[in-house]
């Protein structure tokens, strides 16, 4: 009964949790730059360590979406509706 609830909270915490740690390393790598070119090199090495926590702050952001997106019905565009789809149902569920 309180599984979304809990799923939704924990969620939350995890997002938390991947902000802080990639904030973290954006700034213990930035703290030694001084140059456009340090502060470059600087980014560029602290988004390649964080690119798979970056990639699953992403996810959980947006896994609302993703789940209503799973579930609602699909409308058929209009350009292959009228381009001749007119023996398929306008709108298909899943």
């Not at 470059?40 to 690119?51: L, W």
Request: hydrophobic letters at 30%; charged letters at 35%.
């Amino acid at each position: 009964m309180f599984q979304p609830i809990k799923k939704r909270r924990a969620r939350k915490k995890k997002i938390a949790e991947l902000r802080e740690y990639i904030n973290g390393v954006y700034e213990s790598e930035a703290k030694g730059a001084r140059t456009k070119q340090e502060k470059y090199d600087a980014y560029q090495a602290a988004r390649s360590i964080c690119q798979l926590e970056e990639n699953e702050l992403d996810y959980l952001r947006q896994e609302d979406i993703l789940e209503m997106l799973n579930t609602a019905p699909f409308e058929v565009p209009d350009d292959y509706w009228y381009g001749g789809g007119w023996g398929f149902k306008k709108v298909l569920h899943p």
